[in-house]
């Protein structure tokens, strides 16, 4: 079997994000309904533009393009977990249910961290 990645599908940090992705979607929905406009809204927005922005990213031609778009995907997880840890402060999520996620979250931090490093 030949291990070339062809499309942003290959990627596993591609396709780690769209796991925390699913699980950030997942853990939204029990926030109370007031934060239908504020957090939740804030978080769904974050998580999905990690793996958009990968597979953007992968579509452009030059190094400097790429890079840039997996930049912007590296700062939508930051805001991502940033959000994870408000929920937790706010005791909408457990200190539990934020570990869990967290640790798909920094699994998606050192993936994309080393995917950009040949690039810079």
Same mark, same amino acid.
């Given at each position: !079997?030949?291990?070339?990645?062809?499309?942003?599908?290959? +990627?596993? %940090?591609?396709?780690?994000?769209?796991?925390? =992705?699913? !699980?950030?979607?997942? +853990? %939204?929905?029990?926030?109370?309904?007031?934060?239908?406009?504020? $957090?939740?809204?804030? @978080?769904?927005?974050?998580?999905?533009? %990690?793996?958009?922005?990968? =597979?953007?990213?992968?579509?452009?031609?030059?190094?400097?393009?790429?890079?840039?778009?997996?930049?912007? =995907?590296?700062?939508?997880?930051?805001?991502?977990?940033?959000?994870?840890?408000?929920?937790?402060? $706010?005791?909408?999520?457990?200190?539990?249910?934020?570990?869990?996620?967290?640790?798909?979250?920094?699994?998606?931090?050192?993936?994309?961290? =080393?995917? @950009?490093?040949?690039?810079?």
């Amino acid at each position: !079997m030949e291990d070339r990645i062809s499309s942003f599908e290959d +990627l596993r %940090v591609w396709q780690e994000s769209q796991i925390s =992705a699913v !699980m950030t979607y997942r +853990l %939204v929905k029990q926030l109370p309904k007031d934060e239908v406009f504020g $957090l939740i809204s804030q @978080m769904k927005r974050a998580v999905a533009s %990690v793996s958009a922005n990968i =597979a953007e990213g992968f579509g452009r031609k030059t190094n400097k393009d790429k890079l840039q778009f997996y930049r912007i =995907a590296y700062g939508s997880l930051l805001e991502t977990k940033n959000f994870l840890y408000l929920s937790e402060k $706010l005791r909408y999520i457990s200190n539990t249910q934020l570990e869990e996620i967290l640790e798909q979250v920094v699994i998606c931090q050192k993936l994309l961290n =080393a995917f @950009m490093r040949p690039l810079k």
